[in-house]
């Protein structure tokens, strides 16, 4: 169970994550992109950031939808409408919700990746941030049904998104812009990818503090 | 880094402040957002084109906006497609009625986010259709990638489409006309240095001193390969060489070409280029109906050209002819 | 040395066939020549106007050959001011009758060329007179020097005097207007980057990644002094306030501004020091009649900018105003 | 004396000697000036050797005229016009002649400097090309009137137009493209005073190497 409380300080979370890594995101797309993805993300996430105060009190959907559009207004290029598609599908999940539970989660996470995949028309193997989200949404899915908690299922998340995202060193990219380089494209990690691992890691270290 | 700039976190806003104080007969800034649209805006009656992209890529797009080309353009941050909100305000401010005409250069971000702000007008009722620019023969078209990139080629399709909506013509048929640029036309590029993201603050990527970086795109991204650099005449026919695999040119007929640079290429280069370039058209006897030499699509600092070649046939040369008048592009 | 050439010998006469290609409705070559005159010559009744100098400025100078500016632009090697033969070619080419002005920058190596070629078109009758250009406000202008240089504000002569010439007026009332204008502007320039004059085949000289290059001129010399880059809006005002040390402009008074690039700077870099200069000429109640911004008066690939004002009356603001068609400053 | 045939000779090997300080020159001109002084005398000079052999057998005057104009219509910059000037000038002396004969030589030496000086209008101390002419007509001047040989007097006249190249070093440019610089051109040496004291060296090996 996650209450909108906590939900409020995950988001927050993220968004420091993101901010102690956008000179990391921003290299790794200088490698095989245009140099942009930290800077974007953290201008997104820091207004995602800015805009939790007066939400405290809402409801988990009306939460998730404010980020939702907050990221597709400020972060642009790819991965804008790519996460703000991914949160505001999620928010639909829990709409006027005041808890997530852990069959919500699920759902939500499907959704989300969903999303993803019918704005930016990539699957698994294009070396995209769908390569960290979909093991890990696998890995998530199979773990709640066990029985097991949030907290464990997405700390089992993320270690699959990290594997995700070594796996997207192997690869050529074959959508978004590091496909231009083609072959070239392998041997360097995916940056959405390295995003969306960093996403969940947060996640999943703000769940196991608390509850620690 | 070294740039003329404040604070890399302002350079797309404090450009645009720079361009309405330098272009003040013709573009005001739509307030609150990035976008800059005609002085006189919406224009009834006539179908309105918007473009835009990431910025870094000056005098594009802003500086097309004018009587025969662009009625808004949009800013994005460096290299970043701009926000669906943003490019939703542009199609607002110049909808005269006859419906908006989106021009999106073939990069996933842009696509999305233009799209996002289709679906936005559209549940205004506003009518809007858009074209997909994919000039770049470096990348090869298929299902395996994201498709050619829009580069430079994308200055040709503001220009024709933009004569034609200038005549009245209706939102196919200016839709009708940008896809009969885009299928005629292909760019290849090449640069001898990187450029650097203000917010990166270093190069995107590095070249020794005799190396080129060859079928690069706009954003500093890296090419298709690297090459020891040749003189320029072997360069330009590398390029002209690759366009040529891709479109069929037969004899006698007509072209428009434009030899584009990056932002640092001395214009001096340019020429040289283009110098050659005509004699190797003259050589397979095509025909040049038309030359643009110039910076119109650039990458920040970086150094290098395309070159860009659309085949013409009667009613694209009255179009390309026709008037415009822009900050950046103006024909008498 | 990068940089798309094929032969640093061959740059200059590759470039200006490069350039015929480009605009052949605006300018032809005289054959054998390095001479650019507009693409009908003479015309009759009318005085003519001849500036040129050492290559490597790009777009300066044949790029302002057209209706409304030059009717000739000579071409010496780069950064080398042309010889007295090429300007009496390009004297007697244009010469309509009426006579001819040249339009010098004030460098030794010009004056003496171009006054020699004067004396040579006496000899054959020719009315010819000239004006020295001299806006560089980075050097003082007095008996132990030899005096400013003629920077980016030349550009405003050939606009202005070039109007005068269009309307019809005498050789003397077109050399009056030139010299008014010259008295009138002042220039001051920075760079970033040092430029490679391709036959030396390395960078003139050298600056630190924190560095900066204040008051040079467009030759790649180096500058007056040194100092560690600063922000965009703190070079902007160190240029402004060393041209307004040089002429005294007061409240009310209506100027033309220009923000020139030296080659290699992005447009965005311009805008953003054109948003500032703006800001500051409004703080003192200057008053902004017209603003010019982009790449007029270059050094090769130098990064760098420089600020031109010219102060206005109401004969200078009408011909700043007419008509100018040339492949590098349209004015509809 | 120098006959026609010697000047041809002496003209040729200027020609060599610029081709060789090509570079040196520009590089000279590169910290002080603007890169080309030794690429604009070497365009100049070549096109000069290659007009020598239709003169051969012309008189001195009209060989120094039509080097004279080579050079004006060749080089271009500051240093064409001055140095054409200075071979005009020197050519009308020696108009019809085909031997120069001592008396010749320092008129022709005088009437050159003048010719730059009307030209350029500048002095000795400038920091140009006259720091090491002036010095150097004045030795060749005193050496040819007590008695001596042209060979003895030019090999003198270079010695001192070298010292004169030296004290360019020690001084600020004031005349030419090196005075926007101030205070900072001194330490340098001039181009043009290093190409006129070249240019003399050449003419001093010539005869002297003829003699020996
Ligand atoms: N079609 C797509 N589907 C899913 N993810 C994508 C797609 N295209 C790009 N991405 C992700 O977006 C990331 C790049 O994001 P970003 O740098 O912000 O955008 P841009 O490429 O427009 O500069 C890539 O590393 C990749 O993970
Ligand atoms: N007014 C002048 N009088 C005499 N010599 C001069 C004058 N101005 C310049 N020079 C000489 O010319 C040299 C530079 O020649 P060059 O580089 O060919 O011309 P530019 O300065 O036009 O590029 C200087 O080093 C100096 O010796
Ligand atoms: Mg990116
Ligand atoms: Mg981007
Ligand atoms: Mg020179
Ligand atoms: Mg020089």
């Known amino acids: 169970m996650i209450s909108n409380t906590l939900l409020i300080k995950i988001l927050n979370n993220i968004a420091i994550t993101i901010k102690e890594n956008k000179e990391y995101l921003t290299h790794l797309d200088s490698v095989i992109g245009d140099s942009d993805h930290g800077f974007n993300m953290n201008k997104g996430f820091n207004e995602v950031r800015q805009k939790l105060e007066p939400l405290q009190n809402k409801d988990c959907g009306t939460i998730l939808k404010n980020v939702a559009m907050t990221l597709i207004s400020k972060v642009g290029g790819a991965s804008g409408p790519l996460y703000g598609t991914a949160f505001l599908k999620a928010s639909v999940v829990i709409k006027d919700k005041y808890e997530i539970s852990e069959k919500d989660s699920i759902k939500m996470f499907d959704e989300s990746i969903k999303g993803i995949i019918s704005r930016g028309k990539a699957k698994q193997g294009d070396k995209t941030m769908l390569d960290a989200l979909i093991p890990a949404y696998q890995i998530y899915k199979d773990s709640i049904n066990k029985g097991n908690s949030i907290e464990i299922a997405i700390s089992q998340a993320q270690k699959a998104a990290y594997e995700g995202v070594e796996y997207t060193k192997t690869i050529k990219a074959t959508k978004g812009r590091a496909s231009y380089l083609g072959d070239r494209s392998i041997g360097h990690q995916d940056p959405g990818a390295t995003s969306s691992y960093l996403i969940l890691k947060s996640i999943s270290d703000t769940l196991n503090n608390i509850n620690k | ?332």
């Open chain 2, 1 to 332: 880094m070294k740039k003329i700039i404040n604070n890399p976190e302002n350079v797309v806003n404090e450009m645009l402040e720079g361009i309405v104080k330098a272009h003040p007969k013709y573009v005001r800034r739509i307030e609150g957002t990035d976008v800059l649209v005609r002085k006189t805006s919406p224009i009834k009656g006539k179908v309105a084109l918007v473009s835009g992209g990431g910025s870094g890529h000056e005098p594009s797009h802003a500086g097309f906006v004018g009587k025969g080309m662009l009625n808004a353009a949009v800013s994005g941050e460096v290299f970043t497609s701009p926000t669906p909100d943003q490019v939703f305000e542009a199609i607002k401010a110049v909808d005269g009625g006859k419906g908006v005409l989106l021009i999106i250069k073939n990069y996933t971000g842009d696509i999305m986010n233009f799209e996002m702000a289709e679906e936005m007008a559209e549940l205004e009722d506003i009518k809007v259709k858009h074209v997909v620019v994919n000039d770049d023969v470096a990348v090869e078209d298929s299902t395996y990638t994201s498709g050619r990139r829009g580069i430079a080629g994308t200055i040709l399709v503001h220009k024709i489409a933009g004569a034609a909506a200038e005549e009245g013509m209706s939102l196919e048929d200016v839709q009708r006309i940008a896809q009969k640029v885009i299928k005629n036309v292909r760019s290849m590029g090449m640069s001898l240095s990187s450029c650097i993201v203000p917010a990166a603050g270093k190069s995107s990527f590095e070249l020794e001193e005799d190396e080129m970086e060859v079928g690069l795109g706009i954003h500093g991204e890296p090419g298709t390969h690297r090459e020891k650099i040749k003189k320029a005449d072997e360069i330009t026919k590398e390029l002209l060489d690759k366009i040529l695999e891709d479109i069929e040119i037969k004899k006698e007929d007509e072209v428009a070409i434009l030899v584009n640079g990056l932002g640092a290429t001395p214009l001096m280069e340019l020429y040289i280029m283009n110098r050659h370039l005509h004699k190797l058209l003259n050589d397979k006897n095509i025909k040049i109906y038309n030359t643009i030499v110039g910076n119109f699509m650039t990458s920040l600092e970086m150094a290098g050209a395309s070159i860009t070649i659309l085949k013409l046939d009667d009613e694209l040369k009255q179009l390309l002819d026709s008037i415009a008048d822009t900050p950046a592009f103006k024909n008498i």
